[in-house]
């Protein structure tokens, strides 16, 4: 168990529906991370929060939406669903968004959605 | 813009052989990652190189950081096929903290 939570593991919904994807990080990591895997696409970066607010922007479709709450759990909203999202979602954690040292990210199990 | 190649991005091995994953990037960064992904599951952090000719080495892997060429290796000893796995190695882009990934390692380990 890395930490980080992720819910639900699965899920299997119909083209455009619209999800919710959520994440509780690793105790005392402010930073949160989405992170979609795809068979033919590799490991994208969706969007990254610190501390409540949004601090980076990858390649996040205008369909889907994230936000981190006070309590730093994030959720990643997704609308409209195509078959091409179907994907592994990946939530990471860490602890510092900046400055010197490391930035090493803790994943957690994902979910693993299904487009049909 | 900060880019990240991986070479080999599939491998096909025999357990007992010695094999060398690339990792090449293509801005000055001196923040490395190597991450590990088991087939279905999640990403988990292996080395983090944080300077020049860093070195560092768990079981049968050692990873190694010349930010000079831009280059970070991982290197596999007499492979078991415990080890089978992608690998990524990421690197950050600037103060931001962002990481930038490669494209993945396949590594098929056959017994």
Redo the contacts between chains.
């Keep these: 168990d890395s930490g980080v939570t992720q819910t639900p593991k699965h899920l299997i919904t119909a083209t455009g529906q619209r999800v919710t994807l959520r994440c509780s990080p690793r105790s005392g990591d402010l930073s949160v991370y989405w992170y979609q895997q795809s068979l033919d696409q590799g490991l994208q970066f969706l969007i990254q929060y610190y501390n409540g607010e949004e601090r980076a922007k990858g390649n996040i479709l205008e369909r889907f939406s994230a936000q981190q709450f006070p309590d730093l759990h994030s959720e990643l909203n997704l609308s409209s669903l195509e078959l091409g999202d179907s994907a592994l979602y990946f939530c990471a954690s860490s602890v510092r968004t900046g400055g010197s040292g490391a930035n090493v990210l803790t994943f957690g199990a994902g979910s693993r959605l299904t487009v049909l | 813009e900060l880019k990240v190649e991986q070479n080999p991005l599939f491998l096909s091995m025999q357990e007992g052989k010695n094999y060398t994953i690339y990792c090449n990037y293509s801005t000055t960064s001196d923040?490395l990652?190597w991450y590990r992904q088991d087939p279905g599951?999640?990403?988990?952090?292996l080395f983090?190189l944080?300077s020049n000719g860093a070195v560092k080495q768990e079981g049968r892997l050692m990873a190694s950081l010349d930010t000079k060429a831009r280059l970070s290796t991982l290197h596999i000893t007499a492979a078991v096929h415990d080890l089978s796995a992608t690998y990524?190695c990421a690197v950050?882009m600037d103060?931001?903290?962002?990481?930038i990934?490669g494209?993945?390692t396949k590594l098929i380990i056959k017994p």
Excluded: D, H, I
């Design positions: 923040r990652y599951k999640s990403l988990e952090s983090v944080l990524f950050t103060s931001n903290y962002q990481l990934w494209a993945g």
